[in-house]
């Protein structure tokens, strides 16, 4: 079977949807038929909430902090939780002492990616949650997962923050002599204002080879989080997943055939 394809969803910038694309776009893809692995490096742990899985953010230990650590030390079943929609690897509170457990390892970006390649087989995706900051966390995404989808509200300081992660990612690309790319950004908690085009315009122009995804504000977001599950699982309809579902198939045309033809 070909390797998932990883997607990283990021941008250092807090409260940009990172969390809600996650799920969705996790959710999107398994309505395609596609079996996920949902991944939440956010010490946070917002993911793992919005997936129903607060249990596995306080467990004990082993957690995905040791299994970073010394992915010989833990087994899948300890960190790798079920949802009816996808498999989840759990945040948890734990992760907050990531980046100090995390900064004097060696090779301390590669941890994830080493972790996944344990944990991928049978899966179609890899989705990763990135927490709102640049650091070794953000790092392990950024590795492992170089496909990048980019949440970013329609506003003015989404010009800064998404310059700062594509400089930042360069950075990167040049240190480890890889490629990470874009391959979506999603202008997300649109709603009717000038200030909204203005930015929509210059989304289309700042990155004229991405495509660009338009979510609008919706109140069913928040539910289905509260609920513990994507808007796909919702029993209400919702006009903006037929945004995700295009999203996922632009993706598999993209990412998935890619492998498999190759
Ligand atoms: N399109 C949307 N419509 C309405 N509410 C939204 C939308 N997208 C996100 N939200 C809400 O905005 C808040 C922040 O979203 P989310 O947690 O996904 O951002 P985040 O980037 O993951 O945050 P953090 O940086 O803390 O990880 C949440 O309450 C979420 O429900
Ligand atoms: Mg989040």
Not at 52 to 78: C, I, N, Q, R
Not at 119 to 130: K, S
Not at 191 to 207: K, R
Request: net charge negative.
């Amino acid at each position: 079977m070909a390797e998932p394809a990883r997607l990283c969803v990021t941008n250092q910038k807090g409260g940009v949807g990172k969390t809600t694309v996650a799920i969705n776009l996790a959710g999107a893809l398994n309505d395609r038929g596609q079996d996920v692995l949902f991944v939440d490096i956010d010490p946070q742990g917002n993911a793992t909430e919005g997936l129903g899985l607060l249990e596995a953010y306080d467990a004990e230990p082993p957690t995905l902090l040791d299994a970073l650590v010394d992915p010989d030390d833990v087994s899948a079943e300890e960190i790798v939780y079920d949802h009816p929609e996808m498999d989840v690897v759990a945040s948890n509170v734990d992760m907050n002492a990531a980046s100090s457990a995390l900064s004097s390892a060696e090779n301390a970006e590669m941890r994830l990616d080493r972790l996944l390649s344990q944990l991928e087989d049978g899966y179609d995706y890899v989705v990763v949650d990135c927490p709102p900051h640049l650091g070794v966390i953000t790092d392990n995404g950024l590795y492992a997962a170089r496909n990048l989808v980019i949440p970013a509200l329609a506003e003015p300081t989404s010009k800064r923050s998404i310059e700062l992660l594509f400089d930042y990612v360069g950075a990167l690309e040049m240190d480890h002599d890889v490629t990470i790319e874009p391959c979506a950004l999603v202008a997300n908690r649109i709603e009717n204002t000038n200030a909204a085009a203005e930015m929509l315009a210059w989304f289309d122009d700042a990155l004229p080879e991405t495509p660009i995804y338009r979510i609008r504000k919706r109140v069913a977001f928040q539910r289905a989080f509260t609920d513990g599950h994507s808007v796909f699982e919702a029993d209400e309809e919702i006009d903006m997943s037929e945004v995700f579902a295009s999203m996922a198939t632009k993706l598999d045309e993209r990412l998935a055939k890619e492998e498999v033809s190759a």
